[in-house]
């Protein structure tokens, strides 16, 4: 089923072979996989072939139930009131489900999440239901055929530029990065290079819009696809097009704009509005940056790692598959589709990093800031933030000692 190892181990981490069949159905388990799913994963990625009598047997052994040793209601409720209080907001009880499920290990069923919400969130759920824009329909070849690429700049006032990249056909987010800028070539060429590694080749077609940023991207998939016979290999194998035309990274926003993104805009506006923060002023961008940065990447990476394993429900688009973004991705051979990575040359990817690649892509702030930051920090023992409470009030803090120097 794959032309490589490397893909035995990629789909939800590296497992060495003395993991036992027992710890890796726990661990799609606790994904909120179901039996099919688990069995599928166990043969075509970890060579375990298990009845479903045997499957059964394991989570019984284990105490893995969704129907029994359901969780305190009052411990869901906590949950949910915590994840309310940041992004959580803006997503729906399904995704929530997911949140209680692989983020805090409840066994909670989806109709308690969707009346607990009901309660909690009354006007997140009428928001939630008022009718979608009805889109195009997209026709995707299969995993590795089609990437769009696209920058996000609704958090760009406050200093924050996000860049991300879509497979077309299993709409699995392949990077979603954030840093000083989405704009430097050699920022998103980085990005681009590090997802080729990790994917062990590149696509067919890679796909972005005509912005100066994509330039190196385009030379180094034209470069890595020079030696390729393929109807799309060479300069075919990068399209540019408009913004609104790049259809699957383009649509994908609004769910991260609304599950996610919009909740960071409010908090940093409720800044700007108490003139504690001057878009303007690049002291102030720069602190903001330095405070928020990491927990901004963090929830962009546990987004993205939600939504791969988060189930798609059917279309009226028969060409779009529904299921898990992952399974579709790393195992197209259950939907019978054909995996298109184009396999490359480790030494050309190595020439294209060393060449056009920035290696401080994930930089906070700039190196002027950051070094008088540190500096006010071992005075004044503070410590960087780990959630945003902390964040607001270091923010604070450095403004504050920075106005009075």
Same mark, same amino acid.
């Given at each position: 089923?794959?032309?490589?190892r490397?893909?035995?181990?990629?789909?939800?981490g590296? +497992?060495?072979?003395?993991?036992c069949?027992s710890d890796?159905?726990?661990?799609?388990?606790?994904?909120?996989y179901?039996?099919?799913?688990?069995?599928?994963?166990l043969l075509?990625?970890?060579?375990?072939?298990l009845?479903?009598?045997?499957?059964?047997?394991i =989570?019984?052994?284990?105490?893995?139930?969704?129907?029994?040793?359901?969780?305190n209601?009052?411990?869901v409720v906590n949950?949910?009131? @915590?994840?309310?209080?940041c992004?959580?907001?803006?997503?729906?009880?399904?995704?929530?489900? @997911?949140?209680?499920?692989?983020?805090?290990?409840?066994?909670?069923? %989806?109709?308690?999440?969707?009346h607990?919400?009901?309660?909690?969130? $009354?006007?997140?759920?009428?928001e939630?239901?008022?009718?979608?824009? @009805?889109?195009?329909?997209?026709?995707?070849?299969?995993? /590795?055929?089609?990437?769009h690429?696209?920058?996000?700049?609704?958090?760009?006032?406050?200093?924050f530029?996000?860049?991300?990249?879509?497979?077309?056909?299993s709409?699995?987010?392949?990077? =979603?990065?954030?840093?000083?800028? /989405?704009n430097? $070539?050699?920022?998103?060429?980085?990005?681009?290079?590090?997802?080729?590694k990790?994917?062990?080749?590149?696509?067919?077609?890679?796909?972005?819009?005509?912005?100066?940023?994509?330039?190196?991207?385009?030379?180094? @998939?034209?470069?890595?696809?020079?030696?390729?016979?393929?109807?799309?290999?060479k300069?075919k194998?990068?399209?540019?097009?408009?913004?609104?035309?790049?259809?699957?990274i383009?649509?994908?926003?609004?769910? =991260?704009?609304?599950?996610?993104?919009? +909740? +960071?805009?409010?908090?940093?506006?409720?800044?700007?509005?108490?003139?504690?923060?001057?878009?303007?002023? $690049?002291?102030?961008?720069?602190?903001?940056?330095?405070c928020?940065?990491?927990?901004?990447?963090?929830? =962009?990476?546990?987004?993205?790692?939600?939504w791969n394993?988060?189930?798609?429900?059917?279309?009226?688009?028969?060409?779009?598959?529904?299921?898990?973004?992952?399974?579709?991705?790393?195992?197209p051979?259950?939907?019978a589709?054909?995996?298109?990575?184009?396999?490359?040359?480790?030494d050309?990817?190595?020439?294209?990093?060393?060449e056009?690649?920035?290696? %401080?892509c994930t930089?906070?702030?700039?190196?002027?800031?950051?070094q008088?930051?540190?500096?006010?920090?071992?005075?004044?023992?503070?410590?960087?933030?780990?959630?945003l409470?902390?964040a607001?009030?270091?923010y604070?803090?450095?403004? /504050?000692?920075i106005?009075?120097?």
């Amino acid at each position: 089923f794959f032309s490589s190892r490397r893909r035995h181990t990629r789909l939800q981490g590296d +497992w060495s072979s003395d993991v036992c069949s027992s710890d890796l159905i726990e661990h799609y388990f606790n994904l909120g996989y179901e039996q099919k799913e688990i069995l599928s994963c166990l043969l075509l990625i970890h060579d375990e072939n298990l009845s479903s009598r045997q499957l059964r047997r394991i =989570l019984a052994r284990r105490g893995l139930t969704r129907r029994k040793h359901v969780s305190n209601l009052s411990t869901v409720v906590n949950r949910i009131e @915590q994840e309310l209080q940041c992004s959580g907001r803006n997503i729906g009880y399904r995704s929530m489900w @997911q949140r209680l499920v692989v983020d805090h290990d409840l066994v909670v069923a %989806k109709e308690t999440v969707r009346h607990a919400l009901r309660i909690l969130d $009354p006007e997140g759920v009428n928001e939630r239901l008022r009718h979608r824009l @009805q889109r195009r329909q997209y026709k995707g070849r299969g995993p /590795n055929f089609l990437w769009h690429i696209h920058g996000f700049d609704k958090l760009k006032p406050y200093g924050f530029c996000i860049h991300g990249e879509i497979d077309g056909y299993s709409r699995r987010i392949l990077w =979603l990065e954030v840093s000083i800028s /989405n704009n430097e $070539p050699a920022f998103i060429a980085k990005y681009f290079v590090d997802c080729v590694k990790a994917a062990g080749g590149t696509a067919r077609i890679v796909r972005a819009d005509l912005g100066t940023e994509n330039t190196y991207v385009a030379g180094i @998939q034209r470069f890595l696809r020079n030696d390729s016979c393929d109807s799309f290999s060479k300069d075919k194998s990068f399209m540019y097009g408009r913004s609104v035309s790049n259809q699957r990274i383009e649509a994908w926003w609004s769910q =991260l704009r609304r599950r996610c993104a919009s +909740w +960071w805009m409010e908090h940093f506006n409720e800044l700007r509005e108490s003139r504690l923060y001057c878009d303007s002023n $690049p002291v102030h961008v720069d602190c903001l940056r330095f405070c928020y940065m990491d927990l901004i990447r963090d929830e =962009l990476h546990r987004f993205a790692r939600l939504w791969n394993n988060h189930r798609i429900r059917p279309s009226i688009n028969c060409e779009s598959p529904s299921g898990r973004p992952d399974l579709l991705y790393y195992l197209p051979e259950v939907s019978a589709m054909q995996n298109f990575t184009v396999p490359i040359d480790n030494d050309d990817v190595i020439l294209c990093e060393e060449e056009l690649c920035c290696m %401080k892509c994930t930089s906070s702030c700039s190196k002027e800031f950051c070094q008088l930051a540190n500096i006010i920090l071992n005075e004044e023992n503070l410590m960087l933030p780990k959630d945003l409470m902390e964040a607001r009030n270091l923010y604070l803090s450095l403004i /504050n000692r920075i106005d009075n120097l």
